[in-house]
């Protein structure tokens, strides 16, 4: 039990060694971090975000003086609970600074807070890769990955993190820092370090002293994350290597802290093509696994039976009598070569059809989709049972698991549990995923049982109880099991020997605790959002702050957690900027934006409503721009803009730092002949606010291309789209703006807008309305009708060029990004014959997010900080992007760079020597 002097003694101590704003020992951080990925809630006591080594060496010695639990935690994204604990959380988010590439000896220097794909993405440019594939390589961080020994579904391949790491950066458990890589033995090295370190001297002392007892237990499979790897070990003693990084690889934080890696690349793999086998019963896949695997594919994934129906055969085109679907890439050269092969090796009559060979990478997206919906359909499934993770990561050798599957039928189907199960059946690992009521005393009962009765069974076909992500607390109490007591029992004397005090995750690997279900998140369990951590590295909120109080999963703590005050609530929730970036990257579908949204409804800045209102008036805003733009200049000036600032600060809160844009002295929509009939012009026109009350060349541009495409073109009556109205909690705004747009839009055929935000919102309109409600059926009816004008111009358009010469690089609109609209703007830059270069992390959120900037400009320019190196790294001279807001602060903060939408590229020349007006182009 820690005490809370324990704790005022703790910060006292590393106050002295670390500044203020890392440590966080009030509620609303530790009630965010008490959860990860995984089943568990376990309060910590302190968060400690660590930028330098010295910082962790500093937690370390004051968590030893006063007896405290440490955790590192990376992205949290891992399954099996070692990322939570009751003492001091190390979180690494921003521990992420060194990535070094040395392409000639194929080594990555890296911190152990860099995220793997962004690794990837430096050594790419090298072309080499790190080659270890886990599903969250997007949100996974290296420390958790070097802690889990974690892989995925290229392992079949490439082997796991283990087989890359060729030393280790770590701080002991006695606040010592250590470089740890292989010896020779003998070496006078080898001397020097074990003479050095009499705890690791001891480690191999002991481990050479049992080796009769560990060898014979060693488990034939081809990956595992169960228990320290002595076997790896022994393997490389044998080849006359002391090496260490076996051991410490998987050991889950309890051996000790990884700082940064030395990893080995490999050069980015070739085109593939994906083969498709449907097979009619279980025993057949096992016959043919074997001769899959010496063609060495890049990956060989299964699905079962029930996953199948659980996302919907026939919305997939997979078969009703089909019992395991196989999914396997090779190398797109070898195409007639497999295709030969695996015609000569497939006895038809167990297979579904013919297998199907796809080269085509569009086509093998879809091929895929089925695979990537598996855990969100499950999530989906059922409204109060979620796939929770307790027995999901067995690793059998692969001719075992057909057996496996059958057992599983049998088990399930005695329990009258659903569940799906799938996973890389090349390495023998299945993800078994039972479906859950967290808070149904019966289930629980059931979890315990099922826990025991799989491992049971995975025990005596000869495999492991995990593959890939680590025992966890969740595997903990069985680790024993796996290996026998005499092996378990020198699992225990490394980690007393190299953890003497015990501090270093705790109840995580090596546990006394038997029920799987003792601290269980039960509430959490419940909902819809999994905390899996892949919305966290995309939010531009958390990138500014480094926390995930401000991430969409902390978010979603802080909003449905029973008993947080409304104050916590409101810092957290307060803080999101409806950027979408959540809601596109959930594999569950979640919105967290959406909790954001319903607290600000509760807490309604009153002072906006009369400027909310004043859009939906055209007529007003028209007048109001033309005014702005004659006292535009005047605002520039120091006391007309401090004027300014101080009528704002009640409502909208405009900073001295902010940049303003320059409202049309003639806007759009007073130049066009508005409310022409539909057979006039079967297209409508949605110009939205900034295209249309600020001064840009957008919304002539467009008009002036229809009229050259022969395309007619109307520009209806229309009002704010109900983003800004929606964004701080008035709904009720919003909708009138969307009964209004509504009306008038859906007169037309077609409604093109080149805005990303609006074309969201009019996508969205229907969650504005209850269903029962009619606006909710014409709602939908013009969400099926809205393109983003690329998009429509790609479809409908006839060919354009452009005079353009400069490199032209694109960034994702986050709105439009989200409204599922990424390839068209790009295809369109393309068809146009623009140079075109894509720049690194184009779908990261710029910053604008509406009048972020202009409240808060510092959090702004911080999260384009990562967009600013994207953009001078491309070496492009434009950026486009389909964002009126996005284009303005590209415009604000790039010298030299010009940002524009794509549209205007199409007669660049043309318009910036423009005459006519729009009223003579309709």
Not at 424 to 445: E, F, W
Request: hydrophobic content about 35%; proline content about 5%.
């Amino acid at each position: 039990m820690i005490e809370n002097r324990q704790i005022r003694f703790f910060r006292e101590e590393a106050d002295k060694s670390l500044r203020a704003d890392q440590i966080k020992t009030d509620n609303r951080y530790l009630a965010v971090y008490s959860s990860d990925a995984s089943i568990y809630s376990i309060k910590p006591s302190a968060v400690i975000t660590v930028g330098r080594s010295d910082d962790i060496t500093a937690v370390v010695n004051a968590c030893r003086k006063f007896a405290l639990p440490i955790t590192a935690r990376g992205g949290g994204t891992g399954l099996a609970g070692g990322a939570v604990g009751n003492g001091v959380i190390l979180d690494f988010c921003d521990y992420d600074k060194m990535m070094e590439i040395d392409s000639a000896s194929r080594l990555a220097k890296v911190s152990a807070g860099v995220i793997y794909d962004d690794l990837n993405l430096k050594a790419a440019e090298f072309g080499l890769m790190f080659p270890p594939d886990p599903s969250s390589g997007d949100s996974c961080r290296i420390g958790g990955m070097l802690g889990n020994n974690s892989s995925g579904a290229r392992t079949v391949r490439y082997g796991t993190t283990r087989d890359y790491t060729r030393a280790l950066s770590i701080i002991t458990s006695q606040g010592k820092k250590l470089y740890v890589k292989p010896l020779e033995i003998g070496s006078g090295q080898a001397k020097i370090f074990l003479k050095d370190n009499p705890d690791f001297a001891q480690v191999l002392k002991l481990i050479l002293a049992n080796r009769d007892i560990i060898l014979p237990r060693r488990r034939n499979v081809r990956k595992n994350s169960s228990g320290y790897d002595l076997w790896s070990f022994l393997n490389r003693y044998e080849d006359g290597w002391i090496d260490f990084t076996k051991i410490l690889v998987g050991s889950e934080g309890t051996l000790c802290i990884f700082e940064s890696a030395e990893l080995a690349l490999e050069p980015l793999p070739p085109k593939f093509f994906t083969a498709l086998i449907f097979y009619k019963e279980y025993q057949a896949v096992g016959k043919i696994i074997p001769h899959l695997l010496d063609l060495k594919p890049y990956s060989l994934e299964v699905a079962d039976g029930n996953s199948m129906n659980m996302i919907g055969r026939r919305k997939y085109g997979l078969p009703d009598d089909a019992t395991v679907m196989l999914l396997m890439q090779f190398e797109l050269e070898r195409q007639t070569e497999i295709g030969a092969f695996l015609d000569k090796i497939i006895n038809r009559n167990e297979t579904c059809g013919d297998p199907v060979l796809e080269s085509d990478v569009t086509r093998q997206n879809s091929i895929w989709a089925a695979r990537r919906a598996l855990l969100p359909s499950l999530y989906k499934y059922h409204p109060k049972k979620k796939p929770l993770s307790f027995v999901e990561d067995a690793c059998l050798p692969p001719e075992k698991l057909p057996q496996m599957f059958e057992f599983l039928e049998r088990t399930f189907g005695r329990l009258e549990m659903e569940y799906g199960s799938f996973g890389h059946i090349g390495d023998g690992n299945i993800h078994i995923k039972p479906l859950v009521d967290a808070s149904d005393a019966s289930d629980r009962q059931k979890m315990r049982l099922i826990s025991s009765e799989i491992y049971n069974e995975i025990l005596r076909m000869g495999g492991v109880i995990s593959g890939e992500h680590a025992d966890g607390r969740v595997r903990a109490p069985f680790l024993r099991y796996v290996y026998g007591e005499e092996v378990y029992s020198i699992f225990v004397r490394i980690k007393k020997i190299l953890d003497p005090e015990g501090i270093l995750n705790p109840g995580v690997k090596l546990s006394a605790h038997t029920d799987i279900t003792e601290s269980m998140d039960v509430p959490r369990l419940n909902w819809d959002c999994s905390q899996c951590g892949k919305c966290v590295p995309s939010c531009p909120s958390f990138a500014a702050r480094k926390s995930e109080l401000f991430s969409p999963r902390g978010r979603i703590k802080m909003s449905n957690y029973p008993g947080i005050p409304t104050s916590d609530k409101f810092i957290s929730l307060e803080t999101c900027i409806n950027c979408k970036n959540c809601r596109t990257i959930c594999p569950s579908g979640c919105d967290a934006s959406s909790d954001s949204l319903q607290f600000k409804g509760k807490h309604r800045k009153t002072l906006l409503e009369p400027m909310l209102g004043l859009l939906n008036y055209p007529a007003l805003m028209r007048r109001a721009s033309a005014l702005g733009s004659l006292g535009f200049s005047l605002i520039e000036h120091s006391y007309p803009r401090r004027m300014l600032e101080f009528i704002s600060r009640p409502a909208l809160m405009i900073d001295k730092r902010a940049q303003l844009p320059a409202p049309a002295a003639k806007p759009f929509s007073s130049n066009v002949r508005l409310n022409p009939t539909p057979e006039e012009a079967r297209i409508a026109y949605f110009y939205g606010c900034a295209d249309g009350y600020l001064e840009n060349q957008t919304a002539d541009a467009i008009v002036r291309i229809f009229q050259n495409q022969g395309i007619a073109l109307a520009v209806p009556e229309q009002v704010c789209c109900g983003v800004p109205a929606e964004s701080y909690g008035f709904n009720e705004h919003a909708a009138k703006s969307a009964a209004l747009n509504i009306e008038s839009l859906n007169r037309y055929d077609y409604v093109i807008t080149a805005c990303g935000t609006c074309l969201l919102m009019l996508r969205d309109y229907p969650h504005l309305f209850s269903q029962n409600d009619r606006l909710h059926s014409e709602a939908k009816t013009l969400s099926a009708k809205v393109y983003e004008v690329t998009e429509f111009l790609l479809k409908f358009g006839n060919k354009m060029e452009t005079s353009i010469k400069e490199k032209v690089t694109y960034h994702d609109s986050c709105h439009l990004r989200c409204a599922g609209v990424e390839t068209a703007p790009r295809e369109f830059l393309r068809r146009l014959g623009v140079q075109f270069v894509e720049m690194e992390y184009a779908s990261r959120c710029c910053g604008f997010a509406g009048t972020h900037y202009f409240n808060n400009p510092t959090e702004s320019e911080k999260i384009f900080e990562i967009k600013k190196r994207s953009v001078e790294k491309s070496q492009a001279k434009i950026v486009a992007s389909c964002c009126p807001t996005c284009i303005l602060q590209f415009g604000f903060q790039l010298n030299g760079i010009e940002s524009v939408h794509p549209i205007l590229l199409v007669q660049q020349d043309a318009i910036r020597s423009l005459n006519c007006k729009s009223e003579e182009l309709i």
